[in-house]
């Protein structure tokens, strides 16, 4: 993250230089792929110019695990984003090429369709979510390697120019090689835990007695619902929550530069959180009990910390049945999606 104001500038710059050519897709015919939505998920949105169709999904989930964007080509997407745990990563901060490493937690990317504008990233520096690769690629703790680079390698590798072709009519460049990320991304919908047939679909016996308990703890005992709610289980604003006292990393404030926000952080989804750990922008809470008694103690003390972070009584079943609550969020169904893995041929970073 160090090239951040470097990753904003060439992000300026891939923008301004790609408003011209950004080729509506009115313009050549597309069919779009119509992902299906759970119940009581809200469709999201898809930019006009990157409607959703197979070849762009298809390409997007090649590239998403394909070394060959990083660098020395050691670093895919993927390897910090693993599938079986909702697509985040097991260590507080992942390492990126030659083992360097960032500052934050790798999140889920479970349900990022849904991020909207100035939300993406927990301190929302970028701006969509097509945007957000640019970001990982170009920074030398994670990729290390320049939207150029990439796209004159991708130029050269026979493979790709047909699927570029196929997917936007052009070849690989910053706007293609972006949008069809963003495109694979935008699949990765996680609607049918076994929360979702309980609340969604009316299925009365698909939560326990205790997961139930723990779901009227969460919404109504102690209000983590207060943040923590909607479809996504967040309210997507941003809030210090007693992390620490003194934060190392600035959060909102890093691109507000406004003190108010300091330690503040986008409130993350809770889906699939029983696979997600370690916990926090910074891994720094490596279980959900240690995150249960955070909250318990109403976090450490800092001047922007959210008056709704309060201490809170919990007895010790009301913790068990709020850790199942937790396990119940998690979709089995999309982690085992096959449609998220790799096809046979493009299976070199999950061997690794
Ligand atoms: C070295 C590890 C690493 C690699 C490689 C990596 N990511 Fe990430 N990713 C992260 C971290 C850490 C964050 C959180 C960054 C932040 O919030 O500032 C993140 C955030 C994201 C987000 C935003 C999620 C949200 O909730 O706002 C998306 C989308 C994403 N990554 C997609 C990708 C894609 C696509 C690639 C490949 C081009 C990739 N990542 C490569 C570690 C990585
Ligand atoms: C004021 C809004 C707010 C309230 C109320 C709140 N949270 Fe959070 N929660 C957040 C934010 C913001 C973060 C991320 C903080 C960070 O990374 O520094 C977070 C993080 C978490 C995480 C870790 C998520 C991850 O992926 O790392 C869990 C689990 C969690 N909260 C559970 C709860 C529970 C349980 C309660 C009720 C006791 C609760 N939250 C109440 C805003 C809130």
Not at 111 to 127: F, P, Q, W
Not at 297 to 324: F, S, W
């Given at each position: 993250?160090?090239?951040?104001?470097?990753?904003?500038?060439?992000?300026?710059?891939?923008?301004?230089?790609?408003?011209?050519?950004?080729?509506?897709?009115?313009?050549?015919?597309?069919?779009?792929?119509?992902?299906?939505?759970?119940?009581?998920?809200?469709?999201?949105?898809?930019?006009?110019?990157?409607?959703?169709?197979?070849?762009?999904?298809?390409?997007?989930?090649?590239?998403?695990?394909?070394?060959?964007?990083?660098?020395?080509?050691?670093?895919?997407?993927?390897?910090?984003?693993?599938?079986?745990?909702?697509?985040?990563?097991?260590?507080?901060?992942?390492?990126?090429?030659?083992?360097?490493?960032?500052?934050?937690?790798?999140?889920?990317?479970?349900?990022?369709?849904?991020?909207?504008?100035?939300?993406?990233?927990?301190?929302?520096?970028?701006?969509?979510?097509?945007?957000?690769?640019?970001?990982?690629?170009?920074?030398?703790?994670?990729?290390?390697?320049?939207?150029?680079?990439?796209?004159?390698?991708?130029?050269?590798?026979?493979?790709?120019?047909?699927?570029?072709?196929?997917?936007?009519?052009?070849?690989?460049?910053?706007?293609?090689?972006?949008?069809?990320?963003?495109?694979?991304?935008?699949?990765?919908?996680?609607?049918?835990?076994?929360?979702?047939?309980?609340?969604?679909?009316?299925?009365?016996?698909?939560?326990?007695?205790?997961?139930?308990?723990?779901?009227?703890?969460?919404?109504?005992?102690?209000?983590?619902?207060?943040?923590?709610?909607?479809?996504?289980l967040t309210n997507y604003e941003f809030a210090n929550?007693?992390?620490?006292?003194?934060y190392a990393d600035r959060g909102r404030a890093r691109?507000?530069?406004?003190?108010?926000?300091?330690?503040?952080?986008?409130?993350?989804?809770?889906?699939?959180?029983?696979?997600?750990?370690?916990?926090?922008?910074?891994?720094?809470?490596?279980?959900?009990?240690?995150?249960?008694?955070?909250?318990?103690?109403?976090?450490?003390?800092?001047?922007?910390?959210?008056?709704?972070?309060?201490?809170?009584?919990?007895?010790?079943?009301?913790?068990?049945?709020?850790?199942?609550?937790?396990?119940?969020?998690?979709?089995?169904?999309?982690?085992?999606?096959?449609?998220?893995?790799?096809?046979?041929?493009?299976?070199?970073?999950?061997?690794?």
């Amino acid at each position: 993250m160090k090239t951040n104001l470097l990753s904003i500038f060439s992000l300026i710059i891939f923008l301004t230089a790609c408003s011209d050519e950004n080729i509506s897709d009115s313009e050549h015919a597309v069919s779009i792929f119509h992902l299906p939505i759970p119940e009581g998920f809200p469709e999201p949105e898809f930019p006009t110019d990157n409607q959703l169709t197979k070849a762009r999904i298809e390409l997007g989930k090649k590239l998403f695990y394909d070394t060959r964007l990083s660098i020395d080509s050691t670093i895919a997407c993927v390897s910090c984003h693993i599938p079986n745990l909702a697509f985040s990563d097991s260590v507080a901060i992942s390492p990126g090429v030659k083992r360097k490493l960032g500052f934050r937690n790798a999140p889920t990317l479970a349900n990022v369709a849904y991020l909207g504008k100035k939300k993406v990233n927990k301190d929302g520096g970028v701006v969509k979510l097509d945007l957000q690769a640019v970001v990982p690629i170009e920074d030398e703790m994670e990729m290390g390697f320049t939207i150029a680079g990439l796209s004159k390698r991708l130029q050269n590798i026979p493979e790709y120019e047909p699927l570029f072709q196929k997917a936007y009519n052009r070849g690989a460049d910053p706007f293609s090689i972006t949008r069809a990320l963003g495109s694979f991304l935008r699949t990765l919908i996680s609607g049918n835990s076994r929360y979702d047939q309980y609340v969604n679909q009316k299925k009365e016996n698909a939560l326990t007695e205790s997961e139930k308990r723990g779901k009227t703890i969460f919404f109504d005992k102690v209000n983590c619902g207060n943040c923590h709610h909607g479809h996504n289980l967040t309210n997507y604003e941003f809030a210090n929550v007693g992390v620490h006292e003194k934060y190392a990393d600035r959060g909102r404030a890093r691109i507000t530069l406004d003190e108010k926000d300091d330690g503040k952080f986008r409130v993350p989804t809770l889906r699939n959180i029983a696979l997600t750990a370690p916990y926090m922008h910074d891994g720094s809470i490596a279980t959900l009990e240690e995150v249960i008694e955070h909250y318990i103690i109403g976090g450490k003390d800092h001047p922007n910390k959210d008056p709704r972070i309060q201490p809170i009584n919990l007895t010790e079943a009301d913790k068990v049945d709020l850790i199942h609550f937790f396990e119940s969020l998690t979709d089995s169904a999309f982690i085992n999606n096959q449609n998220f893995l790799p096809n046979e041929s493009n299976s070199n970073a999950m061997k690794q």
